[in-house]
């Protein structure tokens, strides 16, 4: 692992360490003053109406803040974030962590002193509005915090120019085009179309109903076509509509380049982050767009060098006005 790498691992994986160190803490600080029988869950009134033994209760909550850590410091080191979004990763590590740090041993002070066999009084909600409270401040510390180690190197090449070209002839006009089919379309439709239809059947098919047509509504991308031509990038499904275009005068210069489906667009599908979006059925090749607002789009396809230079060629004819 690089000096970078290690970095930004610890910086990731600081507030859910802190978090849990001092919880560890303060459940030493209070274990002899807890019943076995721990009052965990609360309805929306506050009242008790679930229990875990101490060492269940610890055994399930302690965890979430290692797994959880282990998540930040993987979307930092392979998610490429770059600018805002490497900043309010690290900001939202820091706020999520103290909103969970803080609720759960919340939860244990409210079983402190209840004898053996009694029930907790209640979990004021208060917690809550603390929680939150919490979260705010400590995500506004790691937001300044993020400066301390640099984010992911830039994987673009700085100059256009560099970029691979198809040669036309003038007046040539030219068009691209590749499939990008996913397995697991067909599978979504399916899981959609058989809750919508037992929803509506079992409960109501005013939910039932929006589910079936959202089933039709991605049915139509099940097998995505991607189109490089003189109005730019297109995605498209079965049916003219709904599409996604993304048009000349809004590009800089395009790219071919593998991508992580899950570590940098947080998993498959249409998918907007806050510096990029794109569709994304899978992890690989994919024609990665600069746009002139500062973002990314992308979409995995293969043969994504070819489409990418294409849209290179065009903008070239574009802003030379051949």
């Given at each position: ?13 600081l507030p859910f360490v802190l978090a ?192 079936i047509l959202f089933a039709l509504v991605v049915g139509t991308f099940c097998r ?99």
């Open positions: 692992m690089t000096s970078k790498n290690l970095g930004r691992v610890t910086l990731a994986a849990l160190l001092i919880d560890l803490t303060l459940y030493a600080a209070i274990a002899d003053r807890l019943p076995d029988r721990l009052a965990v869950h609360f309805d929306a009134g506050g009242s008790a109406d679930g229990y875990l033994s101490f060492t269940a209760y610890l055994l399930c909550t302690l965890p979430s803040l290692l797994v959880l850590g282990a998540l930040w410091a993987f979307i930092a080191v392979k998610g490429r974030l770059r600018g805002r979004a490497h900043r309010w990763l690290t900001g939202g590590g820091f706020a999520v962590a103290a909103f969970l740090g803080y609720l759960q041993i919340a939860v244990l002070f409210v079983n402190v002193d209840v004898p053996e066999g009694g029930s907790a009084d209640g979990f004021p909600l208060w917690h809550i509005a603390v929680a939150l409270g919490a979260a705010a401040l400590a995500g506004a510390l790691g937001l300044p915090l993020s400066r301390l180690v640099p984010a992911s190197d830039d994987p673009r090449d700085p100059d256009p120019a560099t970029r691979e070209r198809i040669v036309l002839a003038e007046g040539e006009v030219a068009v691209w085009g590749r499939g990008i089919g996913a397995w697991w379309a067909p599978v979504a439709v399916l899981v959609l179309l058989v809750a919508g239809v037992t929803v509506g059947r079992v409960q109501n098919w005013f939910i039932g109903v929006p589910l995505p076509y991607v189109t490089v031509d003189r109005r730019g990038l297109t995605v498209s499904g079965l049916l003219p509509r709904p599409r996604v275009r993304v048009p000349l005068e809004r590009m800089e210069v395009a790219d071919s380049r593998p991508v992580n489906a899950l570590a940098e667009y947080g998993g498959w599908g249409y998918r907007i982050r806050p510096e990029r979006s794109g569709v994304i059925t899978r992890s690989g090749e994919a024609i990665v767009v600069s746009l002139t607002s500062g973002r990314e789009f992308a979409v995995t396809v293969a043969d994504s060098a070819t489409g990418a230079a294409l849209l290179n060629t065009l903008l070239d004819r574009q802003r030379t006005g051949r």
